[in-house]
């Protein structure tokens, strides 16, 4: 990808900040600074959003930090608080940043970007290896466990997405929800385990 071209950030210091921040290795498989250039991508070419300064923060800061050692989200947060130059809508970015994947769907911007890999079945397979491979990395769970937990993973994503899609603002959205979800159902059908 050559480019992030929804994004209004690439020239500010907040952007060189995050993108040093995912240069940092440490458990860095999925959540790396590739996922957020494909995030800004889907942002306009498929989900054609309006741009937004808020979302364009949460987007470059949601994952800035990972690793051991609580929420990443909060901790991203902190980060975002931190480098954040005053005026900016730092609270506004924080919301759309804890309310996570599944927590709150009342704004499913972010969660629907955040979780646009499962919705290709190529993207969706690398995806899943690559958190597989981070949370190796991370933990101490044996591949059994990993398979697990990602298998109730996209439940959990299938089951919040279906819940919210009555209240998914936007013909595009909507669509790209229920892509999603058919996504995780493939996923889980094909058996997680094949393609790990």
Known sequence: MNGAPWTR??????????????????????????????????????????????????????????????????????????????????????????????????????????LSDLAFPVSGRAALRDIAAEIRLLTRLEAREIVTGLQDELNRIRRALGAALPRIQGIAMREFAREVIHGCETLTKDGIETFL
């Not at 500010?12 to 921040?21: D, H, K, L, S, V």
């Open 9 to 114: 950030l690439q020239t500010e210091p907040i952007w060189a900040a995050a993108e040093r921040a995912h240069a940092r290795r440490l458990g860095r498989v999925y959540h790396d600074w590739d996922r957020v250039l494909r995030l800004y991508d889907r942002a306009g070419r498929v989900l054609h959003l309006p741009y937004d300064r808020p979302l364009d923060l949460a987007i470059l800061t949601h994952s800035v930090q990972t690793g051991p050692g609580g929420d990443r989200r909060a901790r991203s947060v902190e980060w975002l608080r931190a480098q954040a130059d005053p005026g900016e809508p730092v609270e506004a970015a924080a919301r759309l940043i804890l309310a996570g994947p599944y927590r709150d769907l009342s704004d499913p911007r972010l969660p629907l970007l955040e």
